[in-house]
Each structure stands twice: as structure tokens, then as C-alpha cells.
């Protein structure tokens, strides 16, 4: 990561919390604690709570993004390759894709249960859809005699993945991928709050609950910066793969 990135990112969470420091002040109520004091309260129940519930919460946004990429990508591939199968198969996509997703937890619930296997499949539903797309669209914008010089060598479907498809859908995909993932952390949240007594949702709703807004706050803290860090990582993930694209 570049140096200015570093400085940008510094910059921004110093503006971030003197503008909650002045905010705290302004108000002088509890429910805006002072930052200082909610990282101190974030420091004293890190390891005794918060660490295992944010284990639990990136748990099930890792096996949620994991299954939409390995259905999500496939799919997209064969549907952006093959314009017969996309006839076929985007009539579905477009009618199931608009759907809220979060519309559909009671009856993920009732099919699935409470557990884990809920809460995961919602974060695949909101990431698989734009997966799919992205990658298709992707390859669709290939130009056709993009395709000629290995078509005319013979090249198997696997070296025309590799050399041509891969590299050309791989932007649409990150993007595709980080713009869901802010869906997904607000969705988890809100599943966490059914069912469960683990996960950063669980954990800010039973401090409210309990009137802890000191401990509130540390679980947002924990949650946005793990929204934070998935994000720089895509984004260096990008970075290292789409290199021209920063040329």
C-alpha cells in the first residue's frame, strides 16, 4: 500500500473521531460516550467477549462470500461464454435478483432453522447475484476477435478461461464483490440479532438492551473495522491482480 493510501486512511480516522470527540461534547449525554472511553471499555472486554463474537461474524461472512464466488463465478463465466445459456438462464436471474433479500429471512428461517446455515445462506444470496452479473457482463464486453488467435490454435475452454476470460472479468468481479460486502455486514448484523447468542449483532443489541452504551459502541467499533478491513483487502487484492488498471 502506498504511502499517501496510509496517510489518506490516517487522515480520515482522525477526522472520524474528532468529530465524534466534538459531537460527545456537544451533547454531554451517555448514549454519545466520549471515543476515548469506549476504547477503553474495548480494550477491557476485547478478549472476554467481543474477540469471540467477532470470530463468529466474520466466520459467517467468509463461508457466505466463499460459496457465492464458487457458484457466483462458474455461472457467470458460462453465461457471459455462452449466449444460448444466457437466454436461458438470465430470465431467471433478473427475476429472483431484485428481490430483497433480507425480505426473505422468516422464510430462510423457517426452512433452515435459526442456526448458522440461515444466516450464511442470506449473505450468499446477497453476494451471488452480483457476482453472476458482474462476471458475465464482464465477458460480454470482450470483442470477438479478442477470441480468434486461440480459437485458431485449437485452445481448450480451460486455456480461453485463463488467458482471455479471467483477466477480463476480474475487475467487474472485485467490484461486484465490494459492493456487496457492505450488504452483507448490514444483513449479518440484522440475522445476528434472531436466533443466536453469538456474533457482533448479538453482542450490540444485548448491550443496549442492558442500557451498556459503552459497550454498544466498542461492538460498532469492532464491526465497522471489520467492514474496514475486508475492504483494504479487496482492495489490495486488486491492486495486485488489475495492476494496469493503476498503470
Not at 40 to 67: C, D, E, K, N
Not at 194 to 219: C, H, K, P, S
Request: overall charge positive; aromatic content about 16%.
Amino acid at each position: 500500500m502506498k504511502k499517501y493510501t496510509i496517510a489518506a486512511y490516517a487522515g480520515a480516522i482522525l477526522l472520524f473521531f474528532s468529530a465524534w470527540w466534538l459531537l460527545a461534547k456537544a451533547v454531554s449525554l451517555p448514549i454519545i460516550p466520549l471515543p476515548e472511553l469506549v476504547l477503553a471499555t474495548l480494550g477491557r472486554v476485547f478478549f472476554q467477549s467481543i474477540a469471540i463474537h467477532g470470530v463468529y461474524s466474520l466466520w459467517r461472512i467468509m463461508a457466505g462470500l466463499f460459496l457465492a464466488i464458487a457458484v457466483g463465478l462458474p455461472l457467470g463465466v458460462l453465461l457471459g461464454y455462452f449466449p444460448k445459456l444466457d437466454k436461458v438462464l438470465s430470465p431467471v436471474v433478473y427475476l429472483t435478483y431484485p428481490i430483497p433479500k433480507i425480505a426473505l429471512l422468516p422464510i430462510v428461517m423457517l426452512l433452515f432453522g435459526v442456526g448458522e446455515a440461515a444466516k450464511i445462506l442470506l449473505i450468499f444470496l446477497i453476494v451471488v447475484f452480483q457476482v453472476i452479473v458482474a462476471v458475465r457482463d464482464g465477458i460480454r464486453l470482450i470483442p470477438a476477435e479478442t477470441y480468434y488467435p486461440l480459437n485458431s490454435l485449437g485452445a481448450s475452454f480451460y486455456r480461453i478461461f485463463c488467458d482471455i476470460l479471467w483477466p477480463a472479468s476480474l475487475p467487474k468481479f472485485i467490484t461486484a464483490v465490494r459492493v456487496a460486502m457492505a450488504t452483507a455486514i448490514s444483513v449479518l448484523f440484522f440475522t445476528e440479532t434472531f436466533g443466536t447468542q453469538f456474533g457482533l449483532g448479538y453482542f450490540i443489541m444485548d448491550a443496549w438492551l442492558r442500557v451498556n452504551y459503552l459497550e454498544m459502541y466498542a461492538g460498532i467499533f469492532v464491526l465497522s473495522l471489520m467492514g474496514l478491513v475486508l475492504f483494504g483487502i479487496i482492495d489490495l487484492l486488486e491492486r495486485c491482480f488489475c495492476s494496469w488498471q493503476y498503470k
